[in-house]
């Protein structure tokens, strides 16, 4: 097995621990991947211009969550960087479901929109998932209507959901195996941990799924190669919970007393143990934009070869 100290001078996307210091896990760095991400989806952009089409991407906001702003500030900001069209229509917090779903239909038909987005939360007394099912699978890019998790499940994904992907994604380029490892999931929605398990699966993993009610998850967490930690507790998992050498990555944003971030692993202790961990933030968060944009990019190259047929 290769020394931590070798393992990090050939992990790309990785820090390098200085010479004289303690031994620490290589922190997977994001917002560079994101940015290889971005490269690549402005070729693609690119080459569809040559065939006179624009992906297009349209968020749906309703009400003003302040998390949710940022996070579509960022979303447009990639897409305006990359020559994607980039749209948001918000509705007041009060604004009826149907509303909402006629919106999402207006979108579904308009043939300038590859990709519709729903930003979560809703608004008390709006369901969710009623609402989310009404986007046609071919404009998902969020991969989270039962028709695309459906696909997922049955190992033929429309399109993969963002966040899980985006954790490949930095599996891959950090050089990690998946194929055979034992990896361990801390969470069981359907936006994250469910997805990122069968995901996981369909390349060769070995997967226990654990939650917030597990019992004795250190037993669990401890022996895995790969950790994914999306439970949304801040820093419940620690270095007595993580196997020497593993690969963490910290899909948890947690919002401490004081406005500080925090993830859903406690990083400086846990980075003395692990062999890879991801920062919060700088981790995982820029890869779930970046997967947005790749899954948009991917509906509109669709709608292409719709359209030539």
Not at 137 to 164: M, R
Not at 176 to 197: D, L, T
């Amino acid at each position: 097995m290769l020394s931590r100290r070798r393992r990090q001078q050939e992990r790309p996307g990785t820090d390098m621990t200085r010479v004289g210091e303690p031994a620490s896990a290589a922190v997977i760095d994001g917002t560079a991947a994101a940015r290889e991400v971005y490269a690549r989806v402005e070729a693609r952009v690119a080459t569809l211009a040559r065939s006179n089409v624009r992906p297009g991407l349209a968020a749906i906001q309703v009400g003003e969550n302040p998390a949710s702003q940022i996070y579509l500030r960022n979303k447009i900001r990639a897409c305006d960087a990359t020559g994607i069209h980039s749209e948001v229509h918000c509705l007041p917090a009060g604004v009826a479901q149907a509303a909402v779903i006629d919106t999402v239909e207006t979108l579904n038909r308009d043939p300038r929109i590859h990709g519709i987005l729903l930003q979560l939360p809703l608004p008390d007394g709006l369901d969710a998932g009623r609402i989310m099912q009404s986007i046609t699978p071919d404009k998902d890019v969020d991969g989270l209507t039962w028709a695309s998790l459906g696909a997922l499940t049955a190992g033929h994904p429309v399109f993969e959901p963002c966040t899980p992907s985006g954790v490949i994604a930095l599996l891959e380029r950090a050089g990690i195996a998946i194929e055979g490892a034992h990896a361990v999931v801390v969470g069981r929605s359907a936006i994250v941990g469910k997805p990122m398990a069968l995901m996981l699966l369909a390349r060769g993993a070995t997967v226990s799924v654990c939650h917030s009610r597990t019992r004795a998850l250190a037993d669990h967490t401890g022996r895995a190669d790969i950790l994914v930690a999306a439970v949304g507790r801040p820093r419940l998992i620690t270095a007595g919970m993580v196997k020497p050498g593993a690969a963490v990555i910290d899909v948890g944003i947690n919002r401490l007393p004081g406005g500080k971030l925090a993830g859903d692993v406690d990083f400086e202790a846990v980075r003395g143990v692990a062999g890879w961990i991801t920062p919060v933030p700088g981790g995982v968060g820029p890869m779930t934009v970046a997967m947005v944009l790749v899954n948009t990019v991917l509906a509109a190259e669709r709608s292409l070869g719709r359209r030539a047929g």
